[in-house]
């Protein structure tokens, strides 16, 4: 099997020269929409960079109509560093979690202590993760995952689980609750998510990781310039 690391190569590598990873509470375009690429590819290119892509959350924590979001414009239909999984409603998660897009069949092994859990979601970050390459089969390891319960079975403005932003429940909210977000999901879904076309509330959890999209990293902030 091959696996594809998605973290700075190491010192002791003969493939590349050690890379620090870039972290920071700013956002920065990456890849313009207009140059949309598949998943695996903007990945690499991250890697490549020693980026580290935007996550659902942090895209969540962009204000309308601020600089950050004009600046960011660009990129949307945008790809984010999160990787979700997740089955049919009102069934345990059980041992393994998959699904076929075009291409790729992805793949998440549960842990144990999650196995039992129901109307559940598991998600985790860019870079916690590694993602093993066997011929078409895409196997997701990730250093710890993270579980919200209660996860939505429907699609549309929903209200949110208050410390991650992941829509919750199966009553609609209104769109212009300032904590509602707008998901739009598969019966079962292993993948990365997406933000859309400037609406950075909404969370696609039905785009094949093969679709060609933009993408926004981590920036550190500004460096501050004494004025004399």
Known sequence: MRELNLRAV???SPEAAPVSRIRGPKLSP??????????????AKAEAAGKTIA???????IADHSDEAHELFEVFQSWTGTIFAYIEPRKALG??????????????HVPEHYREAKDAVLFVDHPEYTIERDGRNRVVHASSFNLVSDFASITGWLPTDPKHGIPVGDRNASYSHPGARFLWREKTMVGPASVGLGLWRYLYLADSPSS??????EAPPPELRLVK
């Open 55 to 61: 996550s659902f959350a942090r895209f969540g924590r």
């Open 10 to 12: 190491p010192s002791s």
């Open 95 to 108: 041992p393994v979690i998959e699904s076929t897009d075009a291409r790729n069949r992805w793949v998440v």
């Open 30 to 43: 990456f890849i313009a929409k207009s140059k949309g690429v598949p998943f695996e590819e903007g990945l």
């Open 212 to 217: 060609k999209f933009g993408m926004a990293v």
